[in-house]
């Protein structure tokens, strides 16, 4: 009963009424309804409808719902509808929702191994 293994990461919140000033590395999960000014580097990240960042973001998971003003570098990125993100957003794998707001560069990360050339010769 009490020997449960923990198997989730570690989960912090930075509440509406919170504001931080510098950059943040974490290797769990953050959620951020307040605002943040500086960098992020954490492993599972969720932009709340209040949630403002300042600055750029390295992250597994990315979940935006509020505003980001900044580049974003993940392996997946999720842009729900009230999201509004100004800067390059670089990914393996990017869903945009309806209503979703983007103002940079969509870059998708591609490694060569996962790339099949076309032969050029059999499109003739």
Do not use: W, Y
Not at 5 to 10: G, H, I, N, V
Not at 23 to 31: M, R
Not at 97 to 122: C, F, M, W, Y
Request: glycine content about 10%; charged content about 20%; aromatic content about 2%.
């Amino acid at each position: 009963m009490f020997n449960k293994k923990k198997t989730s990461l570690p989960f912090s919140l930075i509440s509406p009424d919170t504001e931080i000033t510098g950059n943040i590395q974490c290797d769990g999960e953050i959620q951020i309804d307040g605002k943040v000014v500086g960098d992020l580097n954490v492993t599972q990240l969720i932009i709340g409808d209040s949630g403002i960042v300042e600055g750029n973001i390295t992250a597994r998971q990315v979940q935006v719902r509020g505003q980001v003003q900044g580049g974003i570098r993940a392996d997946s990125v999720t842009l729900e509808p009230s999201a509004r993100v100004t800067g390059d957003i670089e990914h393996d794998t990017l869903t945009i929702q309806a209503g979703a707001h983007i103002q940079g560069q969509l870059n998708h990360r591609v490694e060569p191994s996962n790339v099949t050339p076309l032969d050029k010769t059999s499109e003739a």
